[in-house]
């Protein structure tokens, strides 16, 4: 994904959540000042090309599904589902957070070796002065949804479930395996289910771009209002 075929949804997120865009550009700009003076991971180190990627959402059904993960190649978790996962055994190779949950865990992935993507919006820049400090550099992967700059990524992607989903798609992933996506999850507050529907319709767009069909969406696909046009 580049940044122009990301920028125009970009744009419309940010409208329909009244979101400010200078806002996300200053705390990308924050991450990437608190990053500059030492080297990042390289997410091609990953080794995700070719592979098969669980893309672990940290929805009620984690615990349920982790032996879909277990077979992965590569399993990428989205926040407190690396948590959830590593209580029930399964490994994780990389974990997404925009650091509203669970940032402790983000520190201790990185110091064991483990690359973490990072991601700095409108909101969290308080949260990302006090924990990307505490991380291992070279195991952080700075991103941002804003453009990108030399020092924060942006591989497209909105929710921390949809950006691991994103991340694994640019970097070559031959198959997508979704674990832990409960898209009518009772629990969520409107605003966190605003971002659900957001999520639905980017995975619908990438799988069609990617000539691909997510089980995940199996049943849902007539009801979601697609970003790129009617089949």
């Not at 589902?81 to 399964?90: K, M, N, P, Y």
């Not at 020092?151 to 479930?161: E, P, R």
């Not at 997510?214 to 009617?230: K, Y």
Request: charged share 30%; net charge negative; hydrophobic share 40%.
């Amino acid at each position: 994904m580049n940044f122009d075929t990301w920028e125009p949804v970009y744009e419309r997120i940010l409208a329909d959540f009244g979101y400010d865009r200078a806002g996300d550009e200053r705390a990308r700009d924050v991450l990437g000042e608190i990053l500059e003076s030492t080297a990042t991971y390289e997410p091609r180190a990953l080794g995700i090309e070719g592979q098969t990627v669980a893309v672990v959402g940290a929805g009620p059904s984690v615990e349920d599904e982790a032996d879909r993960a277990a077979d992965a190649d590569i399993v990428v978790a989205a926040s407190t589902a690396a948590d959830r996962l590593r209580a029930v055994g399964v490994r994780v190779d990389c974990m997404v957070t925009d650091l509203d949950k669970n940032a402790e865990t983000g520190a201790e992935l990185t110091r064991s070796g483990t690359p973490v993507l990072v991601h700095a919006h409108g909101d969290n820049v308080p949260a990302v002065e006090a924990f990307v400090p505490t991380y291992d550099p070279a195991f952080v992967v700075p991103t941002t949804q804003a453009a990108p700059t030399d020092a924060v990524h942006d591989f497209g992607g909105f929710t921390d479930g949809d950006r691991a989903a994103f991340f694994a798609d640019h970097f070559g992933a031959d198959g997508l395996v979704f674990v832990g996506w409960d898209f009518e999850d009772p629990s969520v507050d409107p605003e966190k289910r605003q971002k659900l529907r957001w999520a639905e319709r980017l995975l619908y767009w990438l799988e069609r771009r990617r000539g691909e069909r997510f089980a995940v969406l199996d049943g849902r696909r007539d009801g979601i209002d697609p970003i790129d046009g009617p089949d």
